[in-house]
């Protein structure tokens, strides 16, 4: 069985700095074998795709690219999001994903999930 439990949310003020790490846990998982995304929603708005990456590349939602940035540690099997100069728009739940697809920035292009960590960014 994969789980994947994000851990690193919290409060922080805009300009702020946040690591989130999503640790995948299953015994037969090959991390880098898959494509690791991030999504994120806010409160009354739907899930949107943030990054992606696999091991020949990356691909970031637009608005965050040069602030935002997704790497791995196969051997912890731990998917990062770095993310720095936040926003008060960067407000919400993120959660990480593993598919097989790429690109895959589309929540069907994944095949397991994380519960989600909450990241608030106060002006």
């Known amino acids: 069985q994969v789980q994947l439990v994000e851990s690193g949310g919290g409060l922080v003020q805009a300009g702020d700095s946040l690591r989130l790490a999503c640790a995948v846990s299953?015994?037969?998982?090959?991390?880098?074998?898959?494509?690791m995304g991030w999504f994120r929603q806010a409160p009354g708005k739907e899930r949107e795709f943030v990054a992606a990456?696999?091991?020949?590349?990356?691909f970031y939602k637009d608005s965050v690219k040069g602030r935002f940035t997704s790497s791995r540690d196969n051997a912890k099997k731990t998917v990062y999001l770095q993310m720095n100069n936040l926003k008060p728009e960067d407000t919400a739940v993120y959660f990480c994903a593993a598919g097989v697809r790429w690109p895959a920035t589309e929540m069907n292009d994944y095949l397991y999930w994380g519960q989600g960590t909450q990241v608030t960014v106060s002006s």
């Open positions: 990456h696999n091991a020949g590349g990356a």
């Open positions: 299953g015994r037969f998982f090959n991390i880098n074998s898959y494509t």
